[in-house]
């Protein structure tokens, strides 16, 4: 099984900054296949990113994926108030799914 | 649109039976891998089970192996977790969740979830 691992655990920042969440594999993900959610208190998860660096319908451009390999980036290029939300990475390239277990990205 | 809309859910001894199901619209549902993701209360997403299209295809996490059988029924739309020897740890919202890309995709859409709750 791969282990996702997630830092920080919490990410304190103020509206229109960058962040930076980190996603960290115990093995190297098959052909980059990491996607990235996003969760409200009380919603489902919401698909933003897949395949490392690909945008999912409807999602803005200030977020971004990277990496490959055991290390994965999801970046928020400017934080607008709607962001603030619990992210969660999830490999998908083994039978056996996986998720990271979450950073939350909270108003400062 | 795609909808997808879990039930089943409610209190159950330690030990007990539950069988959840999905109701899927809005999209050709014999065209995709489904999945069930859970939630434990106040912590993160546990992948539970994934199916192929033609049912072909059948994985589950460790946690739940032997004791959990996923099923689908294209005809119907509907999608299926059976769960059986139920304990306390597998108190959860249980999501239906469509893959793209076969079964070991991501994950798009998601329902709404449904809560499962083993206590005695």
């Known amino acids: 099984e791969i282990v996702l691992t997630q830092s920080p655990g919490t990410l304190s920042l103020s509206p229109g900054e960058r962040a930076t969440l980190s996603c960290r594999a115990s093995?190297?993900?098959?052909?980059?296949?990491l996607a990235w959610y996003q969760q409200k208190p009380g919603q489902a998860p919401r698909l933003l990113i897949y395949g490392a660096s690909s945008r999912a319908t409807g999602i803005p451009d200030r977020f971004s994926g990277s990496g490959s390999g055991t290390d994965f980036t999801l970046t928020i290029s400017r934080l607008e108030p709607e962001d603030f939300a619990v992210y969660y990475c999830?490999?998908?390239?083994?039978?056996?799914?996986?998720f990271g277990q979450g950073t939350k990205v909270e108003i400062k | 649109e795609v909808q997808l809309v879990e039930s089943g859910g409610g209190l159950v001894k330690p030990g007990g039976s539950l069988r959840l199901s999905c109701a899927a619209s809005?999209?050709?549902?014999?065209?995709?891998?489904m999945n069930w993701v859970r939630q434990a209360p106040g912590k993160g997403l546990e992948w539970v089970s994934s199916?192929?299209?033609?049912?072909?295809?059948?994985y589950y996490a460790d946690s739940v192996k032997g004791r959990f059988t996923i099923s689908r029924d294209n005809a119907k739309n509907s999608l299926y977790l059976q769960m059986n020897s139920l304990r306390a740890e597998d108190t959860a919202v249980y999501y239906c969740?469509?893959?793209?890309?076969?079964?070991?995709?991501?994950?798009?859409?998601w329902g709404q979830g449904t809560l499962v709750t083993v206590s005695s």
């Open positions: 199916i192929s299209s033609s049912s072909s295809y059948i």
């Open positions: 999830q490999q998908y390239g083994s039978s056996l799914k996986t």
């Open positions: 809005g999209f050709t549902f014999s065209s995709y891998s």
């Open positions: 093995q190297s993900v098959s052909s980059s296949y």
């Open positions: 969740a469509r893959g793209f890309g076969g079964v070991r995709g991501a994950i798009d859409y």
